[in-house]
């Protein structure tokens, strides 16, 4: 992770570079956050409490599935070493479509070291789902023309799923995760 901040340091210049690291940060720290929160994590930062619905949540430590408790030690091993500083005494986080991933049943952290993209999808549209199961809860929809990013890994995505975000015209219309396999036929253009 580190050198892959690096790399956009040296790419991006300082102040468009400090967003880029704080894009991922902020990422990697909702991901780690909204994890705990399902398993009924009492937040006691301004920042958690404004994100996360605290009604709910069971006083003292939680109990992680292992393949929840890996999750959260790779988002935390790699904000360690990409120096991420997420300011929690604030009450907003600047995560496109917030109230999309709020809604997500099954956890994706984005991948620093990989991704693909395909822009301009001509396929068929169809339905992205708050969890990697058809019969959950579909919250968007792909349609014709639109960007569909892949940035994200999930330990525990069954074989066959993923997690995309998709931008129409250049900006965040949807996410959450689909069955559908789209290939570079599907594309007018691919990168990654």
Request: charged share 20%.
């Amino acid at each position: 992770m580190k050198a892959v901040l690096a790399a956009l340091l040296a790419l991006t210049g300082s102040a468009a570079s400090a967003q880029v690291v704080d894009e991922y940060c902020n990422d990697y720290w909702f991901v780690r956050n909204q994890v705990i929160n399902a398993a009924g994590y009492c937040f006691g930062s301004p920042l958690g409490q404004a994100i996360f619905d605290n009604s709910d949540c069971t006083p003292g430590p939680v109990t992680l599935s292992p393949e929840h408790q890996a999750l959260v030690d790779r988002i935390a091993g790699i904000e360690r070493a990409g120096g991420c500083k997420v300011d929690t005494s604030a009450t907003s986080l600047p995560i496109p479509l917030l109230h999309l991933r709020l809604q997500l049943e099954d956890f994706a952290m984005r991948d620093p070291d990989s991704g693909f993209g395909c822009f301009g999808y001509t396929g068929p549209g169809f339905m992205l789902w708050a969890g990697h199961r058809e019969s959950g809860v579909p919250i968007s929809e792909v349609t014709p023309g639109d960007d569909l990013i892949y940035l994200y890994w999930a330990p525990e995505a069954p074989p066959g799923w993923t997690y995309l975000d998709v931008k129409r015209d250049g900006e965040p219309v949807g996410l959450g995760w689909t069955n559908v396999s789209v290939s570079d036929e599907d594309c007018t253009q691919v990168a990654g």
